[in-house]
Structures are given as structure tokens and as C-alpha cells.
């Protein structure tokens, strides 16, 4: 062993463990104060500044399946009242607020509904399901040549909304267009069209 070392060894054995000294403690200290203010800019930013997100996903499936429609000599004619279907669709979309708070009628701009644009007419909305079924959720607003609306209103976080449309021709793309303010809109899937 050197001298030098011998000397090292000496005041570092003559000081005591590290966890005595003062300035292990006033470092100590300053890291744990800097992590907890920095907790509390993250709590504070997340709650000024929640999350609300939207997600929804389209999907699209025949009434009659396209190899059984010419089988038999007899022709199947499918009609909702006086309008004959030529080919009967049923489109779903879910609407799901995946965000830690709710998104209410006050994040839609200027009471602008959303709309779901299909590019054919819809027929009918044939039904509407909400998860928990006791949540409210978006009310349907009416049918045009092109697709739906949906009104400004109340979806929980955690809540989902399904609605089935029935349309006349395969939908050549399904788009939810929106004016939403601080909801974050993402398609959950690409749409599911099938034969």
C-alpha cells in the first residue's frame, strides 16, 4: 500500500460513514425538495389540463351475403316500407370516451353536432346502445343524404355508445367529421367492410 493511500484510508475512516455528514444530508435534502416540486408541477398540470379522448371505430356487414343472393330462380327483394334494398347494409359505429374526465355539450363548438359521413344515404337508424346502459350519451339528430348527426351532449369517461345504421350500398368510406375543442378524436380501427 502507498503512503498516499494509507493517508486516504485514514480520513476517510477518521470522518465516519457518509451518511453522518452534513453535507450528505443538505444534498439529500435539496434532491428529495427538487423531486417533490416536481411532483407537484406534474399533479398540478394534470389536473389543470385533463384528458379527454374520443375514440370510435366503424364496421360494416351485409344482411344477405353477396353468393346467396342469385342461388335460387326465385329473386329475394328486401324492402323497409315502400323503398326496395338492392344491398342492405348494417353499419356500426362506437363512439367511447377513453379520457380521464367526461366530454359534455361544452366542448362542442358553437353547439356543432358531430356527423358521421358515409357517403350514401342511411336508411334508418335501427338502434342505439349504451355502455353502461344507463348512461345518456350522445342523442341521435337526424338522417341526411351522406350519413348522421349526432347532438351535442354528455358522454362519461368511461362511457360507450353504439349506433346501427342501415344503409342502401356499400359504404365507400366512413368518416366522423367534428368540432370538437380539447378532445383528443382518434379512429380505434381502420373500418371493417365485410362481403
Same mark, same amino acid.
Given at each position: !500500500?502507498?503512503? $498516499?493511500?494509507?493517508? #486516504?484510508?485514514?480520513v $476517510? ?7 453522518? @455528514? ?19 408541477v406534474?399533479a398540478?398540470?394534470?389536473a389543470a389540463?385533463?384528458k379527454?379522448?374520443l !375514440?370510435?371505430s366503424?364496421?360494416s356487414? @351485409?344482411?344477405?351475403q ?6 335460387? #330462380?326465385n329473386?329475394?327483394?328486401i ?14 359505429l ?6 380521464r374526465r ?6 362542442f363548438?358553437?353547439?356543432?353536432p +358531430?356527423r358521421?359521413v358515409?357517403?350514401?344515404?342511411v336508411?334508418?337508424?335501427?338502434? !342505439?346502445?349504451a355502455?353502461?346502459?344507463? $348512461? ?11 350519413? !348522421? @348527426?349526432?347532438?351535442?351532449?354528455r358522454?362519461? $369517461? ?5 349506433y346501427?345504421? +342501415? ?9 366522423? #367529421? ?7 378524436v ?10
Amino acid at each position: !500500500m502507498t503512503p $498516499a493511500l494509507a493517508v #486516504a484510508i485514514d480520513v $476517510a475512516a477518521a470522518t465516519g460513514p457518509l451518511w453522518s @455528514s452534513e453535507t450528505f444530508w443538505a444534498a439529500a435534502g435539496v434532491a428529495v425538495g427538487a423531486g417533490i416540486g416536481a411532483a407537484g408541477v406534474y399533479a398540478t398540470r394534470r389536473a389543470a389540463f385533463p384528458k379527454r379522448r374520443l !375514440m370510435y371505430s366503424f364496421s360494416s356487414s @351485409s344482411l344477405v351475403q353477396r353468393h346467396q343472393r342469385n342461388i335460387s #330462380a326465385n329473386v329475394l327483394h328486401i324492402r323497409l316500407g315502400e323503398r326496395e334494398l338492392h344491398n342492405p347494409r348494417l353499419v356500426n359505429l362506437r363512439l367511447e370516451n377513453t379520457g380521464r374526465r367526461d366530454i359534455s355539450s361544452a366542448q362542442f363548438d358553437q353547439d356543432e353536432p +358531430l356527423r358521421i359521413v358515409l357517403g350514401l344515404p342511411v336508411v334508418e337508424l335501427v338502434s !342505439m346502445a349504451a355502455e353502461p346502459p344507463a $348512461a345518456v350519451g350522445l342523442i341521435f339528430d337526424g338522417l341526411d343524404d351522406h350519413g !348522421m @348527426s349526432i347532438c351535442p351532449g354528455r358522454l362519461g $369517461a368511461g362511457e360507450a355508445i353504439t349506433y346501427t345504421l +342501415l344503409v342502401d350500398g356499400d359504404p365507400s368510406f366512413c368518416r366522423l #367529421a367534428h368540432a370538437l375543442i380539447d378532445v383528443n378524436v382518434k379512429e380505434k380501427f381502420p373500418p371493417r367492410i365485410d362481403g
